[in-house]
């Protein structure tokens, strides 16, 4: 049957996947390591189209026979009061579809609530303090009188006997609870729908009306077909009670999750004056596969379910009004929003929703380049990694801009267990990067680890919040491209020594971005990019450098959480505790600097230059602070000289220097700063980076 023959193949790509994330961290032959190499693909998914928000994958079990418990990671999602928990089934590679029958998740979610029953009990007291785990407990019991509902999730790469819809129990250790298994059927179906979001089945008939009453508007034309309506707010309460950020399409979730999800302005409405809400709001948009209708309890026509529904604009009201029954106990009986609902087949999704989407948010202040417009970098960045060979002239870098495409390149190449060899011995998986990498790659060269540190989707929608428009057709010119692919070198080489090293025993993710952040900060990213690209890795006095910092790393990264008393790994997505951070005595070894690239070349990163300037020699830091000095636009050093003249901050000679320094960076650094000029500059940057003048996300 082809359905069969397309699960077996799927099958087997994300086996090929599992290898290739075990590799990475480990041993790909170990049953532990692919497990937790599956746990690490699904989560990843289900953050991107909103199922999970920054999902921690941290594995940890104990316990004998009917007391064992088991998790694999979890999700706590901001401005909701649910915890989600996943425990991971792994049948173990086959030439066949293996299934998990109903006994087998009934043990895996029993375990996972034994787990949830021991976290709120306190059982982190008896755990090491320094290991994962213990985090991840503590965190847990202290959210324990916020949450009111945990969704357990099994993930599983075998396919479930009989599928059955998501099941309720009336509660677990005093909480809502729901179940949800996601199978290799489901995961398929997912990646299969582009990735964005996943398909949301929504009944009407339960509401008091027999659904939803709506008009449908004449196009005179078929295609598309839209109806105007009221939704009740409770219905929107519901809806997003049950289904959260799933609700939202992405562009939507990615703005929210960048600005801030709930609106004080509708929330006192809600509150004060809330027969004047549909008044004041501008209503929603929402969009569906398919809607079926048919006549409601009174006669006349109306919705009774639609299909893969997802709000395009009206996601911050959605949410805004959540919150104000969840928080405030709003009374929402006479509360609706206008609202209007346009079907789009299946087959156009992925095209037409972004462009409704784009246009029905055009009274926010949600930009272009919040929504579509920079797709041209990934398209770009795409087209580049398929031509652009390495120096051996042997190996390319893929870049996988939808996520899965690398598998799915080599099952659709690899025909053959020879072809597959080859299409790895072109790719191999280690030189495989994605959209989300790209991120972290650059977030965390600029100094950005606390971003990193926020999760996958977060950090890449402040990645590209801080892209430029770009237009159709854009691409990176081949020094660019490899710069990023030198980036993402440096940065897994961080993260293998980061997992080899015995002594870190937590927080590995954080060590990697915050140590290859330090690298990049202290050097004032004079490292030779293009050095590494060529040799494609790292040369022994980097390294070096990266044995001995990382584990300093480790040692101080939970000083300001447990200075503030802030749970570990939440301290680590602030600014706070990446200034402590910097803020410490960090030497750069001479051999490492012997190889840094020069400060007094044209700007950019790999520039030759001089070791002089007007016949005085320069020292190390000179050269740091002459980059430094150069890293800053025109803006910046006005804005600089501006909050310096503001505040009392800078004297007038001070803001003189400053307004030279951004004289030299409007005519593009031309001409570098003397000695002097950089010294006096590097201190004024130093100074409003204290001030948050410079802190781009606080």
């Known amino acids: ?40 693909i699904i989560s990843e998914d289900l953050a991107v189209c909103g199922v ?22 979890y999700s706590v999602p901001e401005e909701d009061s649910r915890l989600d928990l996943f425990i991971t089934h792994y049948a173990g590679p086959s030439d066949e579809i293996q299934t998990i029958n109903a006994s087998h998740i009934e043990a895996a979610f029993n375990k996972l609530e034994r787990y949830l029953g021991r976290a709120i009990a306190g059982h982190h007291r008896n755990l090491e303090p320094g290991l994962e785990p213990y985090g991840m407990t503590e965190q847990i019991h202290d959210l324990r009188t916020k949450i009111d509902r945990v969704n357990f999730l099994l993930f599983t790469n075998a396919r479930l006997v009989q599928r059955r819809e998501k099941e309720r129990k009336q509660e677990v250790n005093g909480l809502a609870a729901t179940y949800d ?36 508007v004449q196009h005179g034309s078929s295609k598309p077909q839209t109806w105007v309506t009221i939704f009740p707010g409770s219905l929107l309460a519901d809806l997003y009670d049950e289904h959260g950020a799933r609700l939202l399409e992405l562009n939507v979730r990615s703005y929210l999750q960048a600005r801030g999800k709930v609106n004080k302005g509708i929330l006192q409405t809600l509150r004060d004056k809330p027969e004047y809400f549909m008044a004041y709001n501008n209503g929603i948009t929402v969009v569906a596969e398919d809607v079926v209708t048919g006549a409601l309890h009174d006669g006349t026509a109306g919705i009774l379910s639609m299909k893969g529904m997802q709000i395009v604009n009206g996601g911050q009201t959605t949410a805004s009004i959540h919150r104000a029954v969840k928080d405030f106990g709003v009374d929402l009986s006479g509360v609706s929003v206008q609202g209007k609902i346009t079907v789009v087949e299946p ?32 398209i770009g960045m795409e087209r580049v990694s398929r031509r652009e060979w390495t120096p051996n002239q042997q190996t390319r870098w893929f870049y996988e801009r939808a996520r899965g495409s690398y598998p799915t390149a080599k099952m659709r190449e690899g025909t053959t267990e020879l072809k597959k060899r080859e299409f790895e011995k072109r790719y191999p998986p280690e030189q495989r990067f994605t959209k989300e990498d790209l991120a972290k790659f650059e977030n965390v060269w600029m100094g950005l680890p606390h971003i990193a540190s926020r999760g996958a989707q977060k950090n890449f929608v402040y990645f590209m919040h801080e892209l430029r428009a770009l237009p159709d057709g854009w691409e990176p010119t081949v020094e660019e491209y490899r710069r990023y692919v030198a980036k993402g070198i440096l940065y897994k080489e961080v993260q293998r020594i980061v997992r080899r090293n ?50 300093a790393v480790f040692k101080h990264l939970p000083f300001i959480g447990q200075r503030d008393g ?26 490492l600097d012997r190889e840094l690239i020069s400060s007094t070349g044209s700007n950019g990163d790999g520039a030759e230059g001089s070791d002089s300037i007007g016949g005085e020699r320069l ?8 980059a430094l000095c150069k890293e800053l636009s025109d803006v910046q050093w006005l804005k600089i000289s501006a909050w310096g003249q503001k505040s009392g901050e800078l004297k007038e000679w001070q803001r003189g220097v400053a307004y030279t320094l951004a004289s030299y960076a409007a005519e593009g650094w031309i001409r570098s700063p003397s000695v002097k000029q950089a010294k006096h500059g590097s201190a004024m940057i130093e100074k409003a980076r204290s001030a948050g003048i410079l802190n781009r996300d606080e």
């Open 1 to 40: 049957m082809p359905e069969e023959t397309d699960l077996l193949n799927f099958s087997r790509e994300l086996e090929s996947d599992i290898t290739d994330h075990a590799k990475s961290d480990g041993d790909p032959s170990s049953a532990s390591f692919r497990e937790s190499a599956l746990t690490e």
């Open 52 to 73: 999970l928000e920054s999902p921690v994958v941290c594995h940890f079990e104990g316990g004998h026979g009917a007391g064992s418990f088991k998790v694999d990671g």
């Open 181 to 216: 298994v996601w199978d290799l059927e489901r995961f398929r179906r997912l990646r299969e729908s582009g990735m964005s979001y996943e398909t949301l089945h929504v009944d009407l008939k339960s509401l008091k009306t027999g659904g939803l009453p709506a008009v449908k």
């Open 347 to 378: 087959s156009q999704f992925q095209e037409l929703v972004p462009f409704i989407s784009r246009y029905s948010n055009t009274q926010n202040k949600i930009t272009e380049s919040d929504l579509t417009a920079n797709q041209p970098f990934h």
């Open 502 to 551: 015995e002594a870190i025993t937590a927080y590995r993710i954080n060590v990697t971005a915050y140590t290859a952040a330090l690298l990049a900060d202290k050097t004032v990213r004079r490292i030779d990019l293009d050095r590494i690209w060529r040799e494609q890795g790292l040369s022994l006095s980097l390294t070096q450098t990266i044995e001995s910092w990382a584990p």
């Open 566 to 591: 802030r749970h570990i790994e939440e301290s680590f997505k602030s600014q706070a505790c990446w200034d402590y951070i910097r803020s410490l005595d960090w030497n750069i070894p001479p051999a």
């Open 619 to 626: 020292t190390p830091r000179d050269h740091n602070n002459i």
